[in-house]
């Protein structure tokens, strides 16, 4: 339950006087439903007027506070016109300018023959002063209404920065006198205020240093948010380190045997994350590890290997995938290999249906089946283990913390904890890692596998296509494969399918049944079909939408194409030409881009050109674009950040996780008087989700 003082916080803002309904949906799209987002939305400019006494022209294009005589109006002749009053100013004329302006509305407002205090613009138009839409005017008796700065804020079309300001303002008399969670001595070290006047701080600038992401106003509040985080994510990894773990021993034996029908031997980079991994496996406390490791660096055979543990240690062993065919090519590799050795290995989707899924769940409960892949079929509830020991979630950054949990309470309750590896294939930076995933051990591949040659990356203009297109017949006679990525529409799938079946006619034009099509809106059957003759070779070149992104794995394919590359994410591309070059044959990717490149567009094109290293494209790409768009915050679980900026905070980041580890360590259960007042931030910032790992043993 959200604490009483936070009531009013979380009042909708259509309770604000002069908020209506149609307001209160324009201020909710700019910032949100809330008084609360009322007060996170803080300003991005300010207007600083200068108050005057006379008119000169050094002060034209400025924004001035002045006090006019009104001497008379000229409404419009015609619509189009504007509505003209002219006023005097010592012995200077300034004529104020409306469009639309309505009579008797401004007729109240500057009543002829009297003095008003007004605010705007100062303009020259053709050598005379003009003021077009004075932003402010006042009686004398109120002029002080003026304020010499105001804030800018960021709006949404309808809604004026006038009308956000009054209702931004109604909140400050009001805004409870939260207690304290932050210690004494950071304040003081950091210069902050309390968290009150912070906001009305952050809420009043005076000045552009006022902005600066470093003012200690802005700080606070990014702190508070970064803390709430942390505290959050600290939380939820105590709850489960604290659930008894097990300890998972084998002989060896089976890893052996599967070292053994592996056609590869591991790097010394998978042999050391795989080190670490048997080793917390090993350990009487609940393994919560993340490995990461860019796409390619052969992460899934290290997850195999650790699968392989827990069975030795007579347990079983899940991995779960976010799509479909993703699952389908893990089993397609871990199967064969499990089979050859004696294991018993099922695949989950939500595609099994019928007898055959109550059999392999009945398998799965009695403890028959050894190894299962699967997507989020596997949170069904009667997919029931009958002794689940590890949980691999190759994750890329599709699920959430919650979603992590879910899978790891599918134990036994006797056996203590599940331990849990999640794998991410990069592009996380570290900053956006320790804010996703908190302080999880980590595990790091930084090395690929020997042989890899690097990949020939090229931007050409879209001009070339059919010079591209023709170029591939070269490649088809070696027998390689070539991926051909259709444009990114975001707005429309069904425009995306329209422009992959326009690319594909066009192919087969050229070479016929080697051509194949693969997309989103195709029913999974043919699309594993599609995928299957693509892996074999009946199909040579594959036309795709971007549903070939994650983790496919065809060893001959040395070709990628990514039409539009210009309207693709850093980590998007990176993702994508991470398909090519994994045989032993040199790999191209080719980024067609349609002219004009705006500055954006052609930095990430240049990165692509340079590099190949997934950690450095990810800080690139956060610099870019901000951790908010990255890697499409919405569907990848990542947290979104109002107040913190990864790139400017990061030094408050990890100040923030070093407190939150501290604050438990010493206060587990959040009781004491700071713990108190550390509840109050968790559910301002709707961290409410976290309470709950307090009580739960
Ligand atoms: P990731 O999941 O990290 O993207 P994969 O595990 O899919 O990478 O591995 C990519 C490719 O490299 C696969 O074809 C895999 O068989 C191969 N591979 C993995 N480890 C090695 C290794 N040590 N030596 C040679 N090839 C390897
Ligand atoms: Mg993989």
């Not at 209506?20 to 008084?35: D, F, M, T, V, Y």
């Not at 007060?39 to 294009?61: A, C, I, K």
């Not at 190949?612 to 674009?625: N, S, V």
Request: net charge negative; charged share 25%.
């Amino acid at each position: 339950m959200r604490p009483e003082i936070l009531f009013s916080l979380f009042n909708p803002v259509n309770k604000l006087a002069g908020i209506g309904p149609r307001l209160s949906k324009l201020i909710e799209k700019a910032a949100g439903p809330n008084l609360i987002d009322l007060t996170w939305h803080l300003p991005t400019g300010l207007v600083t007027r200068e108050n005057l006494e006379m008119l000169s022209p050094e002060f034209v294009d400025r924004e001035v506070l002045l006090v006019v005589d009104v001497l008379k109006h000229i409404p419009s002749r015609n619509r189009r016109a504007p509505y003209r009053i002219n006023c005097l100013i010592g012995e200077e004329n300034l004529t104020l300018v409306f469009f639309n302006g309505r009579e008797d509305y401004l007729r109240r407002q500057l009543p002829e023959g009297e003095k008003r205090k007004i605010s705007g613009k100062l303009e020259d138009f053709n050598g005379a002063y003009q003021m077009t839409h004075p932003d402010h005017i006042a009686t004398l008796a109120e002029e002080s209404s003026i304020p010499l700065f105001e804030p800018v804020y960021p709006l949404t079309a309808g809604l004026t920065n006038q009308t956000f300001i009054k209702a931004n303002r109604q909140i400050f008399p009001s805004l409870p006198d939260l207690p304290e969670w932050n210690d004494q001595p950071l304040l003081l070290r950091e210069d902050w205020s309390e968290w009150k006047e912070s906001i009305v701080k952050a809420h009043s600038p005076t000045s552009e240093a006022d902005f600066d992401r470093t003012n200690p106003a802005r700080e606070r509040l990014a702190y508070d948010e970064l803390l709430a985080n942390q505290l959050a994510l600290e939380l939820v990894r105590r709850s489960m380190k604290r659930k008894p773990g097990r300890a998972l021993h084998g002989d060896g034996a089976l890893l052996k045997e599967v070292r053994k029908a592996l056609s590869f031997s591991l790097t010394s980079a998978q042999e050391s994350a795989l080190d670490e991994i048997i080793s917390d496996m090993g350990a009487p406390h609940r393994m919560l590890r993340l490995l990461q490791g860019d796409v390619g660096s052969g992460k899934t055979a290290v997850a195999l290997l650790a699968m392989i543990r827990a069975v030795e240690a007579g347990a079983q062993a899940t991995i779960m995938a976010p799509t479909e065919i993703l699952a389908r090519q893990h089993f397609a590799s871990i199967e064969p290999l499990a089979t050859q050795i004696g294991l018993n290995c099922v695949l989950i989707t939500g595609r099994l249906k019928g007898k055959k899924r109550d059999v392999i769940l009945a398998d799965l409960a009695s403890g028959t089946v050894n190894l299962v892949i699967g997507t989020h079929a596997l949170f069904q509830e009667d997919v029931a283990f009958y002794d689940l020991g590890l949980a691999i979630i190759d994750e890329q950054h599709r699920f959430g913390v919650h979603q992590r949990l879910a899978l790891s309470d599918k134990g036994r309750k006797e056996n203590g904890g599940v331990d849990v590896l999640v794998m991410t294939a990069t592009p996380i930076p570290r900053t956006l890692a320790l804010t996703a995933y908190g302080d999880m051990d980590v595990s790091i591949i930084a090395e690929k596998p020997p042989g890899r040659k690097p990949i020939d990356t090229r931007a050409l203009s879209i001009e070339r296509l059919d010079s591209v297109a023709e170029g591939l017949s070269r490649k088809l006679q070696t027998g390689e494969r070539i991926y051909w990525v259709c444009p990114l529409v975001e707005e429309s799938e069904v425009l995306e399918v329209a422009a992959a079946e326009e690319r594909f006619e066009y192919l087969k034009h050229l070479y016929g049944d080697q051509v194949g099509l693969i997309h989103g809106r195709m029913k999974s059957d043919l699309k594993d079909e599609t995928m299957h003759s693509f892996m074999s070779g009946e199909i040579k070149i594959l036309v795709a939408t971007t549903v070939i992104e994650v983790g496919v794995d065809v060893p001959e394919a040395t070709v990628m194409i990514i039409e539009h590359s210009e309207r693709f994410g850093l980590a998007q591309l990176h993702q994508l030409r991470g398909r090519v070059g994994r045989g032993g044959l040199p790999g191209s990717c080719l980024l067609l881009y349609v002219s004009p490149l705006g500055e954006t567009q052609k930095a990430r094109l240049a990165i692509m050109r340079e590099t190949e290293d997934g950690f450095q494209i990810a800080e690139e790409d956060l610099r870019l674009r901000g951790a908010g768009e990255l890697l499409g915050t919405r569907q990848s679980g990542l947290p979104v950040f109002r107040l913190a900026d990864l790139q400017s905070h990061s030094r408050l980041l990890s100040i923030a996780r070093d407190d939150a580890r501290l604050i438990l360590e010493k206060d587990e259960t959040l009781s004491t008087d700071r713990g108190q007042a550390l509840r109050v931030l968790l559910y301002l910032f709707e961290r409410d989700n976290a309470i709950k790992y307090l009580n739960s043993g």
